[in-house]
């Protein structure tokens, strides 16, 4: 399979913990980006990486998000101390250059009880 | 705050029909235009990019784009129950400027009944 892997597909956790998602984005594509999704809403902009640069960060993002690619591979998103409003669908795309169209992994389903 | 906008639904078509889904955005220099399909508890799908006027044919799927009326709109010939799902627009906004990001819109639902 060469799209975009997500993993885990589900997570549940307790309110406070810290949870961690991983996104393997398609080979030859540079741009990596995390959107956060909730029950009736569009994806939304959370972060965007070329290559293991963190370009442009929404100012939605709180200082309990943080994103790294290292070495402009896979990309790590961690939740730290997760709040209930932090339940979504965390999605990870991946794109080329060339076409800046984006394709989605399965995404990561948060659930903080 | 740039914003795109699509009709909510549900939108409820016959088999067979054409759908018609519609989508405006208010950034002016906006220049590429997508259109994603999500299955509920699924994750987006890219169906079509538009990025100049006029329209853009892909089987049943056709994109149409009018930039002078910021508006573009999907049309999906021979509806078929399997085309029962969410359709989200997505636009290149000048305000995600530095990595080419989607700016999507809340999705509009679509029912196809046999």
């Known amino acids: 399979d060469t799209g975009v892997s997500q993993d885990p597909r589900h997570k549940i956790t307790k309110r406070g913990q810290n949870v961690t998602f991983r996104c393997d984005p398609i080979s030859e594509h540079n741009r990596l980006y995390w959107y956060r999704q909730t029950l009736g809403q569009g994806p939304e902009f959370l972060t965007y990486?070329?290559?293991?640069?963190?370009?442009?960060k929404s100012r939605l993002l709180s200082d309990r998000f943080s994103a790294e690619r290292p070495k402009g591979s896979f990309s790590t998103l961690e939740i730290q101390r997760t709040e209930q409003g932090d339940s979504a669908m965390y999605l990870c795309a991946s794109s080329q250059k060339t076409t800046g169209e984006l394709f989605f992994g399965e995404g990561s389903r948060l659930t903080v009880l | 705050q740039k914003e795109v906008e699509q009709n909510s639904g549900p939108l409820s078509v016959p088999e067979g029909a054409i759908a018609s889904l519609n989508c405006t955005y208010s950034?002016?220099?906006?220049?590429?235009f997508f259109w994603y399909r999500q299955y509920s508890g699924k994750s987006p799908e890219l169906i079509m990019s538009?990025?100049?006027?006029g329209d853009k044919e892909d089987g049943r799927f056709t994109a149409q784009l009018n930039k002078a009326s910021q508006y573009v709109s999907l049309l999906i010939r021979d509806s078929q129950p399997s085309d029962s799902a969410t359709y989200l627009c997505?636009?290149?906004?000048?305000?995600?400027?530095?990595?080419?990001?989607?700016?999507f819109g809340k999705g509009t639902s679509l029912l196809v009944t046999p």
């Open positions: 538009i990025y100049s006027n």
């Open positions: 997505a636009v290149r906004t000048s305000i995600l400027n530095s990595g080419y990001a989607l700016n």
């Open positions: 990486f070329q290559n293991e640069a963190q370009l442009e």
């Open positions: 950034d002016r220099v906006s220049q590429s």
